[in-house]
């Protein structure tokens, strides 16, 4: 029994640090967009595809999980995040200059027939796309950005209410054992008592009898 009560609250940890790591990614995210930035977590980010431009291997709307590094470590073909002053853009690299800026070119041939005109350096550079990952379902959250908190809020009670009511179970179990210990203890003092009164009777009327018999 105390094997299980041990896994349940640990599960419990689990899942709650879990709710509590995705809540606090729904912030920084929101946050993040409202100022025009990526947050980052361990050197990765995700966020999500607002154009066309990199149909049809990244269409509009979808998330992707960026990571972080040197620009150094960019190979022609690869698709990266830049910043170019205003706003963040995901396009792929299609060639490296001997500087060792990038240039690059959104995989949508009609809205991006050539190449971008800028030249991507180190402090232009944010990181290199590593896939796609829609089932994080986020960016129906992120777009509308006044219906994240609510959110937050919601899942932050439904965590509240689900630890009250793993505390109010675990009290009333608790107290369900005391009172029916201290039934068993009443009990088996009220018996003692009661198996003491009758010995005590027949001891008395077994003295009674003798007496009467002399």
């Known amino acids: 029994m105390h094997i299980k009560k041990i896994i349940s609250i640990i599960i419990t940890s689990i899942l709650s640090l879990i709710v509590a ?12 967009l409202k100022n025009n930035q990526i947050s980052s977590f361990f050197g990765y980010s995700i966020s999500y595809v607002p154009t066309e431009s990199m149909e049809p291997t990244i269409n509009p709307g979808e998330t992707v ?3 972080k590094g040197s620009i150094k470590d960019v190979n022609i073909g690869d698709i990266i995040v830049y910043y170019d002053g205003e706003r963040y853009i995901i396009h792929r690299v299609t060639r490296i200059l001997e500087n060792g800026n990038l240039k690059t ?3 949508n041939t009609y809205t991006n027939p050539v190449e971008d005109s800028l030249q991507i350096d180190e402090n232009m550079y944010y990181g290199k796309y590593i896939k796609t990952v829609n089932f994080l379902n986020f960016t129906s959250i992120f777009k509308n950005k006044n219906f994240i908190f609510p959110i937050c809020i919601l899942i932050y009670v439904v965590i509240l209410i689900s630890e009250g009511i793993s505390i109010a179970k675990t009290i009333k179990k608790k107290n369900d054992e005391n009172i029916k210990k201290m039934q068993e203890e009443h009990n088996l003092k009220m018996l003692k008592e009661t198996l003491r009164e ?11 009898k003798n007496a009467l018999k002399k």
């Open 21 to 32: 790591g995705l809540l606090i990614i729904l912030i920084k995210n929101t946050i993040a």
């Open 65 to 67: 999980l960026i990571k």
């Open 105 to 107: 070119k959104g995989d």
């Open 198 to 208: 009758e010995v005590k009777k027949e001891i008395l009327d077994e003295i009674n």
